[in-house]
């Protein structure tokens, strides 16, 4: 998304550095060591890879910012870091034994969040876990925000429909659940 480029210093020195984190090292302890996570908008690396890697696990970070992969690169040396966005990323099927979203679905339109499901479907292993955060209630219309006077869209699916679209595209929903900061988390597998 270009308006993280637009962001990216700013975000860098504004973001928790703790918010996500335990529900992330839970989903890389339950994988096996050197497990390939594909961690989808992964920004400048901090929190979320850099607790994958933490915890043990080899991670692909894909993000469309440019100027978030720079900082990703800075703050994860040796990570491999694609620019791209996750709907035509041109990964191989069953390629990833996990994947991240965090903080990223809420951004694409309904029908692009059910082509990122159908995409991340499509280079997970079967059994590999997805988790993702987003809202908890249909959003079809887009709810502006802003980030540093930088206006950001957010769109979202209800629980339940969440849970059909996973379905429909190989996933059965293991948990949902909101954290402290109101993120809403899902966790789901691949069938």
């Known amino acids: ?29 339950a994988l096996p060591p050197d497990s390939l996570v594909l961690d989808i908008g992964c920004g400048n690396g901090i929190p979320i890879t850099r607790t994958l890697l ?9 993000d469309s910012s440019s100027a978030m992969l720079q900082k990703f690169q800075a703050n994860c040396p040796g ?8 709907q035509t990323c041109e990964f191989a ?3 990833f034994d996990g994947a991240v979203a965090w903080g990223v679905m809420f951004h694409f339109r309904p029908d692009d969040q059910v082509k990122a499901i159908a995409r991340v479907a499509d280079v997970l292993k079967t059994g590999a876990p997805f988790l993702f955060t987003s809202g908890d209630t249909d959003g ?11 206006v950001f869209r957010y769109y979202s699916f209800s629980t339940e429909n969440y849970r059909r679209i996973l379905r429909e595209q190989g996933f059965a929903l293991v948990d949902v659940h909101v954290d402290s900061g109101e993120n809403t988390y899902y966790l789901a597998t691949k069938c």
Request: proline content about 2%.
């Open 140 to 150: 079809f219309e887009p709810k502006e925000g802003t980030m540093d006077g930088v």
């Open 54 to 62: 933490e915890s043990g696990q080899c991670v692909v970070g894909l």
């Open 93 to 95: 099927a069953s390629s």
């Open 1 to 29: 998304m270009h308006e993280y480029d637009l962001i990216a210093e700013w975000y860098a020195a504004e973001r928790s550095r703790e918010t996500g984190v335990a529900e992330v090292r839970a989903l890389a302890n």
């Open 79 to 86: 990570t491999r870091a694609v620019l791209g966005d996750i």
